[in-house]
């Protein structure tokens, strides 16, 4: 490849790009020059290419959608994690509630299963009003 050619193949680059206007002088030689004429085609295949690419639709209800989904999986995993937590503590003053029975503490067990009867009703308010605030309900 000559100078010369290499010299307009820079310029080819440019006129690719916007940067520089195609002169009459490199039109004459891409005529008569193979190498250079073939370059620039690929140049323009390249372009086409880039075309395409644009042409490719973005949907974007499908990309909210996909977050979408990406925040039920957190939110399912989120559940399941306080289900997980709420069996596990359950489960702890069960078998405290069961030790204290076999032990023969039944009258205190239903004394405080009344208490729990009693004060849980009067918590329900600030619980409710706790979950608003936190889920910003509450403007
Ligand atoms: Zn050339």
């Known amino acids: 490849m000559s100078e010369k050619c290499i010299k307009y193949q820079q310029d080819l680059v440019d006129i690719f790009y916007k940067e520089k206007e195609l002169y009459d002088e490199l039109r004459l030689h891409l005529n008569n020059c193979e190498k250079c004429s073939k370059y ?7 372009k086409l290419g880039l075309k395409d690419i644009d042409i490719i639709p973005v949907d974007y209800m499908q990309i909210s959608k996909a977050f979408e989904q990406a925040d039920n999986i957190k939110e399912r995993r989120k ?9 596990i503590f359950s489960s702890i003053i069960m078998s405290i509630i069961t030790l204290f029975a ?16 009693m004060i849980i009703p009067l918590l329900l308010p600030i619980i409710i009003r706790k979950r608003y605030i936190r889920e910003g309900y509450n403007d």
């Open 40 to 46: 620039w085609e690929e140049l323009e295949h390249i």
């Open 79 to 87: 559940n399941i994690k306080s289900l997980i937590v709420f069996i």
């Open 102 to 117: 076999i032990k023969g503490y039944l009258s205190e067990i239903l004394y405080f299963q009344m208490t729990t009867y």
